[in-house]
């Protein structure tokens, strides 16, 4: 049987917000280095909040592979 070339709308939507998620996690790892220069508290709360958006990303990343998807570049 053939292979589905066009995933479904929910395929679609749930990429859509990975690539979001990865942006996001993308930039706020960025604003750690932005945070050095004000102190060891802003870096602990960019770090925190980076460890959030990686951990958002790693989320859909996983549903997108239980549902045979794979984004790797």
Do not use: W
Not at 14 to 39: M, Q, S, V, Y
Not at 45 to 61: G, I, M, N, V
């Amino acid at each position: 049987m053939g292979a589905n070339v066009n995933p479904p709308i929910t395929h679609a939507e749930l990429i859509a917000t990975f690539k979001r998620a990865e942006a996001d996690a993308a930039h706020k790892f960025g604003l750690i280095k932005a945070a050095a220069h004000k102190g060891p508290k802003a870096i602990q709360a960019a770090t925190e909040t980076a460890a959030k958006a990686a951990k958002r990303r790693d989320s859909f990343a996983k549903k997108l592979g239980d549902l045979g998807v794979n984004l790797k570049d």
